[in-house]
């Protein structure tokens, strides 16, 4: 009895002395702003420090999913995570079997990290879960406003969006605008309604890209497809005031350095929030944004105003091209007499 006692005891400090020792924590949490995961693993205690007798096996939820024989050089990866991999194979005879792969990979749940060193050996189990939305850098700033954890929130890709779609309705309402008033031949017209309709497209296919949760490929090209294409307002802009007025006034051409310094500004932000997760500068993209929305909505105006002013100013190389639509701009100029001021 005694002597089972001791023998009990002993395997047990021997068993001790053979077990390989792990630090570090045993929960790490994803977002939507891990691309890649990393699932720690540091062993303390090698005593080797070789690769050639090391031995790394990961397993989620008790099945194998990654191995690495050190010894033979050789991975094997369960097909379920093929971007796995070892976070830095110089670094495992130091004791570093961290694992990252893929975050769209990464299922959370209950990982274990297995590292063989010779006849010692030991298992840690990490736990990956779901990390909640919180307040960014909230050790750092009295009023945190960012949050981490997710890219666009859901209030600023609303306003996005929005913005975006208000600038197409602004566009079309000129466009209306100016074919009631004034008679435009069909070329020019399918020469507005073919870009502004491709435009509409790329926008909700970006929307519906863009609105999804999460930080992916589509998610940024959603917000490409949103923000790039809007270089079409400038010159679409300008075509429209060149069918109305005859000459590019002042204010035209503010209203157009406005759209081009809305597309600019919106460009940058673009560039600037496409590789940032949480995007610490997504007012740079609304701010944009935004100013193309004035700018649609003060020509609007403008085209309103103004081009009702000019009734019967007739533009020299319309009476050439249509005649008869000249002659029924003569018609409904008469009915405007009353705000009939020069043209300057
Ligand atoms: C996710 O990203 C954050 C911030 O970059 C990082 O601190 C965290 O460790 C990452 N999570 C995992 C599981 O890799
Ligand atoms: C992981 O293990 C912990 C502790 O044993 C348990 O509370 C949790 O539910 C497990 N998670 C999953 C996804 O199995
Ligand atoms: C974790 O988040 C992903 C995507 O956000 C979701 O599909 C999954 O169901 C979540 N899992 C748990 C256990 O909450």
Known sequence: MWLLAAWVLLSAVGAGSAQLIFSGTNVVEKTDC???????????????????????????????????????????????VPSANLVSQADLPKGVASLMLNSAEADVGNYSCEVTESNREGETRIELRNGSVVS???????????????????????????????????????????????????????????????????????????????????????????????VIFVPLQYFIFGFVFD?????????????????????????LCVSACPPLHGSVVIAGLAIMAIANSFSLAYVFIMGSRMKDHHRPGK??????????????????????????
């Open 136 to 230: 960014c850098g909230e050790e750092y700033t009295p009023t945190p406003k960012e949050k981490c954890g997710s890219w666009f929130l859901l209030a600023e890709r609303a306003i996005i969006i929005a913005l975006l779609f208000s600038v197409v309705v602004l566009c079309a309402a000129q466009f209306i605008v100016i074919t009631l008033k004034y008679e435009i031949v069909p070329q020019k017209k399918v020469g507005i309604i073919v870009p502004v309709s491709i435009f509409t497209v790329a926008a909700v296919v970006g929307t519906v890209l863009f609105v999804q949760d999460g930080y992916s490929a589509q998610n940024q090209a959603g917000l490409g497809l949103i923000v790039v294409p809007a």
């Open 319 to 344: 009476a050439v091209e249509e005649p008869l639509n000249e002659l029924r701009g003569h018609v409904i100029c008469e009915k405007y007499t009353v705000v009939d001021t020069p043209w300057p």
């Open 247 to 271: 000459s590019l006034s002042q204010a035209m051409l503010a209203l157009i350095v406005l759209h081009v310094l809305g597309y600019i500004i919106a460009v940058v932000g673009f560039g």
């Open 34 to 80: 891990n691309k890649t995961v990393i699932l720690p693993c540091h062993v303390t205690n090698l005593k080797e420090n070789n690769i050639n007798v090391m031995f790394v096996t990961w397993k989620k939820q008790g099945n194998r999913i990654f191995s690495f024989d050190g010894a033979k050089q050789k991975f094997l990866r369960d097909p379920t």
